[in-house]
């Protein structure tokens, strides 16, 4: 099954705090997992991404935590700002013959000034 | 929104008419998909293309067709709008060898009555 679980669905997070957003993913022929960030009214914007051959990227205040092991992978957004208020997708892709992100179904961050 | 446009942006029309959704890109990508992102879904991919001429299905396909006979351009047919296709429509663009590394247009925003 070609499922990405996120959670959690919503998150209010004080000024300066850390973020933290969690996915699952079932398939293990997955090859490349990104993170989006959607402002209300806009696209979404390709915000950081791993391949699973490393457990840890980092750009910036964004990091993302890959567990290959658990088939789970998280972004850490450190030092949140009320600009990092958005809607938030991780996703995973398939790269053979599917050739298709999956999505999860998204958190709404909030963060508080 | 990486060179990508999407015309129209809204759209209202009525249960039974087609609607033709355009993707237009300036960056000569290979990839091309469309997406539909509904509350709770995540985004979803309907249809996606590897080369003009060169379309395949995604999850939610059923109701739509896809044409591609230019690089530049994807356009998506609703064949006969039903109110369950109510949503957000993205288009997206790939520069990576496999078409990974997506990035999304404006979005267009149709409601079926």
């Known amino acids: 099954q070609q499922q990405v679980k996120q959670s959690p669905q919503s998150l209010i997070v004080q000024k300066g705090g850390i973020s933290i957003i969690n996915c699952a993913y079932e398939?293990?022929?997955?090859?490349?997992f990104p993170w989006y960030q959607q402002f209300p009214g806009k696209g979404p914007a390709l915000l950081i991404a791993i391949r699973p051959d490393v457990s840890e990227k980092k750009e910036g205040r964004f990091t993302i935590s890959f567990n290959k092991s658990a088939k789970q992978f998280s972004l850490h957004i450190m030092d949140s700002q009320p600009g990092d208020s958005a809607t938030y997708f991780c996703a995973a892709f398939l790269s053979g013959s599917a050739r298709q992100l999956t999505f999860g179904s998204g958190t709404q961050l909030t963060v508080l000034p | 929104d990486a060179g990508i446009t999407q015309s129209p942006r809204h759209k209202v029309t009525e249960t039974g008419t087609p609607v033709t959704l355009r993707c237009h890109q300036t960056?000569?990508?290979?990839?091309m998909y469309w997406y539909r992102q509904d509350p709770g879904h995540g985004l979803r991919l309907i249809h996606y293309s590897y080369g003009v001429k060169d379309t395949d299905k995604g999850e939610v396909s059923d109701g739509y067709s896809v044409s591609r006979s230019k690089t530049e351009d994807f356009l998506l047919t609703l064949e006969s709008a039903t109110s369950s296709q109510t949503s957000v429509y993205f288009c997206?663009?790939?520069?990576?060898?496999?078409?990974?590394?997506?990035?999304f247009g404006p979005g267009t925003r149709l409601l079926v009555l």
């Open positions: 960056e000569n990508h290979r990839y």
């Open positions: 398939n293990t022929a997955f090859d490349y």
């Open positions: 997206a663009i790939s520069e990576g060898r496999l078409g990974e590394t997506q990035y």
